[in-house]
């Protein structure tokens, strides 16, 4: 099984949600990802899912690319 770090995770959302809001600009997006907000709701997604990763329900591709999107999906909606 591949480790993954909240780091690691958090660095794939932000990844992931640059790429669904091209019209932000890096320094909004950093801004947002050191707001509670998003801190609290990746942190959250993260301890939810790697649960699931290491219990073997989700594979690493599951965790890595559909439950990354899925933050980063959230993370738009709430984006102000």
Do not use: H, Q, W
């Amino acid at each position: 099984m591949i480790e993954i770090s909240l780091e690691e995770f958090s660095n794939k959302v932000k990844e992931s949600f640059k790429k669904d809001n091209p019209y932000l600009t890096d320094e909004e997006v950093d801004k947002y990802f050191e707001s509670e907000e998003a801190k609290k709701e990746i942190l959250n997604r993260y301890n939810y899912d790697l649960k699931k990763y290491k219990s073997g329900e989700y594979t690493y591709d599951v965790f890595m690319i559909g439950c990354v999107a899925s933050v980063a999906f959230c993370l738009t909606y709430m984006y102000e």
